[in-house]
């Protein structure tokens, strides 16, 4: 069992940064693959970025590929998603999850989730 807590969201202004943060308890979070999804209002949920669990290997949709950058660190417990150039039709809350494979894009593929973090892009 791992529980997933999100931050860093916030409004900025197109082509502003930000980075986001998952923190996780439990001690075999070190040995997950992580996702990160977004769900817009009126949108299914999407997937964002994904890394597997010892930060060697990322997957990327074509969509935030170039823009965003998923990190972790095993030793903080935690996961993080840089971005870049961001864009209104970024706007979104932003979960975090972990369980599944980094390869799969599917939300049904990761059983733990967080409760998102709002990022909200201004034109």
């Known amino acids: 069992q791992v529980q997933l807590v999100e931050s860093g969201g916030g409004l900025v202004q197109a082509g502003d940064s930000l980075r986001l943060s998952c923190a996780a308890s439990g001690r075999t979070f070190s040995s997950y693959d992580v996702g990160w999804f977004r769900q817009a209002p009126g949108k299914e949920r999407e997937f964002v970025a994904s890394?597997?669990?010892?930060?060697?290997?990322?997957y990327y949709p074509n969509s935030v590929k170039g823009r965003f950058t998923i990190s972790r660190d095993n030793a903080q417990n935690t996961v993080f998603l840089q971005m870049n150039s961001l864009k209104p039709e970024d706007t979104a809350v932003y979960f975090c999850a972990a369980g599944g494979n980094y390869l799969y894009i599917r939300t049904v593929d990761y059983p733990y989730w967080g409760q998102g973090t709002q990022v909200t892009v201004s034109s």
């Open positions: 890394i597997n669990w010892s930060g060697t290997s990322t």
